[in-house]
């Protein structure tokens, strides 16, 4: 399990982290999101001990990841901006991350020859992009880690690649209880995948829950008639006679409510987790404007 215990982390005058909480679940595929500068990618360098914080504890399966070199060896980790060295192979990097993950698996890295086609021996840095995050998930994978964070992981790849790697991750949580976080702006995939999700915004962690507990807690309230009383209603729109809420609560819940104000019709629909997103951030500062141009 990866666990974040109130952390606060600042630069100077900026507060990037706000006593921020986080649990992944062992063998949980969790999805960390939110909008830009939310902080999100702080808190992934927290998780992989590159950062300290400056309050709060960040731990493994009980254990401070930070400065704790035999923790660390057993994270796989891909950020979103890729360094090797620059004259480095692909040949060049398994010796290197063979000599920091004793857990590496050369029997996994030459078959993954078959599933990435990458040369062995052309320097990595005249790889294109998508190649280059082909050959991050080539080495990260053959690490064997309990815990694999990912930021951004499947930029740059195409439709093809994107499915190909996530059904690898998938199998590696599948057969060994690998634990996963991807921090990814595609809310549509992480939806498929993960069955997890963390809402950040400003440092702080508005939402953390179970995907399923997440979608079934609000829905789409289509209704010709009244707003009904008593509802938890986060956003409101109205086309002609019919007005769309974005309602807090369990369906039947909503639908009793509606039901009691007698409309000409209603239903209630599940939000994906797009618009959970955005409905939860909510307010003027996420709002689509309308500018003249």
Wanted: glycine share 8%; proline share 5%.
């Amino acid at each position: 399990m990866l666990e974040m215990q109130n952390v606060t982390k600042t630069f100077g005058d900026f507060t990037a982290l706000k006593n921020l909480s986080l649990t992944v679940p062992k063998g949980a595929v969790y999805g960390l999101v939110g909008p830009n500068g939310a902080g999100k990618s702080t808190a992934i360098r927290h998780l992989t001990g590159i950062y300290r914080p400056d309050s709060g504890t960040v731990t493994m399966d009980g254990q401070p990841i930070y400065e704790n070199p035999e923790i660390k060896a057993s994270i796989g980790y891909i950020p979103d901006d890729i360094f090797y060295y620059p004259s480095a192979t692909l040949e060049d990097m398994r010796r290197f991350y063979r000599g920091i993950y004793p857990q590496f698996d050369d029997a996994l890295f030459d078959r993954l020859y078959d599933v990435f086609r990458l040369p062995k021996r052309g320097q990595i840095r005249r790889f294109s992009k998508g190649m280059q995050k082909q050959a991050a998930f080539h080495l990260a994978l053959c690490t064997r880690p309990k815990a694999l964070i990912l930021d951004e992981p499947v930029d740059g790849l195409d439709p093809v690649m994107r499915r190909q790697v996530m059904s690898l991750i998938l199998s590696d949580v599948a057969e060994y209880g690998t634990t996963v976080l991807i921090s990814s702006h595609n809310l549509r995939e992480l939806e498929d995948v993960c069955d997890h999700v963390g809402i950040m915004d400003h440092g702080e962690m508005l939402m953390e829950k179970s995907l399923a507990d997440m979608q079934g807690n609000t829905h789409k309230l289509q209704i010709v008639g009244g707003v009904p009383e008593g509802l938890e209603i986060l956003h409101e729109s109205t086309s002609g006679r019919l007005k769309t809420l974005i309602v807090r609560g369990a369906a039947w819940e909503i639908s009793t409510k509606a039901a009691a104000a007698r409309p000409a019709y209603l239903e209630v629909l599940p939000l994906s987790l797009e618009e959970i997103f955005i409905y939860e951030l909510g307010g003027a500062d996420y709002a689509v404007k309308e500018i003249l141009l």
